[in-house]
């Protein structure tokens, strides 16, 4: 309607001249003259508006278009932005030499392993209290798509190692649980999944940590599925902060489908325990872990490429023997951290007891007996880091000591040959770390650094994460070991460089 009047109210201002020059008498051919270029002009106008209407009206689509679109893209970024990405890579060279018990067997050495690990981190809410958390890795020795010889103590992959060992270039499930919190708006959580057991405390110090990287102390190094039911609690005084205390459970192994008439071997083999943050305050921190790892193998599945054919039992047996359940073992371990300016101290110790059953643990094989008896072991762990914020650096000290019969549950270490834990024995480490100046943090995550050490191992007692032969005094029982064939590692160096970003 508006479109109309402006029509007419143009021809209107148009004709008035010419009604105008009729009134002073001109004659009507001019008058018909003029009318007829008001009609042309009129159509003309009117064809012009014809244009700009499909013009607005073209444009005015466009505009719902790119609206609708605006809207359909909104809803997608808002679903991306409940995913928080993060990881890390390192690429770290090692240096060892292990120097055997007897001289005519021979010591090992490998001047250079190079490694490179990959670890990408996903988190993500599916409701207000249900979270997911996971994390994927891929760790490789340079030159291979294996594992190289003597990695991991020795041992082959299996599920308490795997992403912890270095071995092929693929991408690994690390980590994968859901967490439900505020359980019927308590401070009670249920966590169940892939769970995260490595590098637990005081490991974030010698790691270049900002805070605890994983729920037990770092004795128990083992990556496992299981669930936890934990609850948290505020001591309501500043100098002791909060506590949460966990009932934690996992499986170790799964014997699938057994016959009952089988003697050796029937059971899966499960952890339970709980894991106690007695209080928690900035740096200030102490936990208490306490768990059984109940009708334990004797050896665990290992990879299903593996087979040594080299040993003397039957390479359908993987080279160790017919496996079977040989009892329980009952761990109790503490770590307490704080910090003083910028001196960050740790202290902590663990003590571990085996309850075999009729097929024995620490047997003795050079008198041909079965262990039955309950033998328990210890170890003693400290630790300190001195910080230099304003240039960057960062050194630390660490020695541990383990006895005869103790037992480290740590086959996911970061030591590359021999999980230091694990030690029967002393075990020493010296190590600085150096934030380089790569220029400002482009997210929270960034950072880099190089991590320089020094490890030296000195053993007292043979084996090594084995609960099955007795650990021989290397002083004092060599003959045995000798006519059983045994040449353990009695002192080990090992020296690593590596180059870490975080992002």
């Known amino acids: 309607m508006v479109k109309k009047i402006a029509s007419l109210a143009a021809v209107g201002l148009v004709a008035l001249p010419a009604f105008a020059v009729a009134a002073d008498g001109r004659s009507q051919a001019d008058l018909e003259r003029k009318i007829e270029a008001l009609e042309r002009q009129l159509e ?13 009206t073209q444009y005015g689509d466009k505009v719902d278009s790119m609206d609708t679109m605006l809207e359909e893209k909104s809803e997608k970024w808002d679903l991306a932005s409940r995913f928080q990405f993060d990881g890390d890579f390192r690429a770290r060279g090692d240096y ?19 490694t490179n690990r990959l ?29 190289p010889d003597g990695l991991g103590g020795g041992f082959p992959i299996f599920d308490g190692n795997t992403t912890r060992t270095p071995d092929d270039s693929a991408l690994y499930v690390d980590r994968a ?4 919190n505020n359980i019927g708006g308590a401070p009670v959580w249920f966590s169940i999944g892939r769970r995260p057991t490595s590098d637990g405390p005081p490991a974030q110090l010698r790691m270049n940590y900002e805070e605890r990287m994983a729920t037990p102390v770092a004795y128990m190094d083992y990556p496992f599925d299981g669930l936890s039911l934990g609850y948290g609690y505020d001591w309501d005084n500043d100098a002791l902060g909060e506590g949460r205390i966990r009932f934690c459970y ?69 080279g160790y023997g017919v496996r079977k359940n040989v009892g329980n073992i009952y761990h109790t371990s503490a770590v307490y951290m704080d910090k003083h300016k910028d001196l960050n101290y740790f202290v902590a110790g663990g003590w571990s007891r085996t309850d075999p059953n009729d097929n024995g643990m620490f047997n003795d ?33 660490e020695y541990n000591y383990g006895s005869q019969y103790w037992v480290s549950f740590s086959p996911g270490h970061d030591d590359i040959y021999m999980s230091k ?60 070991l000798q006519m059983l064939g045994q040449n353990p590692v009695e002192s080990a160096n090992q020296v690593y460089l590596t180059f870490e970003a975080y992002f």
């Open 96 to 114: 060892y030499k292990a120097d055997n018990l007897f001289a005519a067997g021979g010591d090992q050495e490998n001047d250079t392993i190079l």
């Open 177 to 180: 649980f859901i967490n439900w």
């Open 250 to 318: 996992g499986r170790g192994f799964e014997s699938g489908l057994q016959s009952d008439t089988d003697p050796l071997w029937n059971n899966d083999t499960d952890f339970a325990g709980f894991s106690w943050d007695v209080f928690k305050q900035g740096p200030r921190f102490l936990n208490v872990q306490v768990f059984g790892a109940f009708n334990l193998f004797n050896y665990p599945a290992f990879s299903s490429d593996f087979v040594n054919y080299g040993a003397a039992f039957p390479p359908d047996e993987g």
């Open 365 to 397: 094989p050079f008198s041909g007996t079965n262990n039955t008896g309950s033998e328990n072991g210890y170890s003693f762990y400290t630790g300190i880091r001195y910080d230099m914020d304003n240039i960057g650096l960062r050194i630390g000290a």
């Open 44 to 56: 003309e106008l009117k064809a012009q508006v014809g244009r700009q209407n499909e013009t607005i």
């Open 421 to 480: 834990l694990a030690t029967r024995g002393s075990a020493y480490e010296l190590y600085l770390i150096y934030d380089l100046p790569t220029g400002e943090a482009i997210s929270k995550f960034a950072k880099t650094f190089i991590r320089l050490g020094w490890q030296y191992y000195d053993y007292d007692y043979s084996g090594y994460f084995d609960w099955n032969m007795k650990p021989y005094d290397l002083g004092s029982e060599q003959a045995q």
């Open 119 to 147: 670890r990408l981190n996903m988190r993500v809410k599916a409701t207000e209290d249900v979270e997911f958390k996971g994390r994927l890795a891929m760790y490789k020795a340079w030159g291979m798509e294996s594992t």
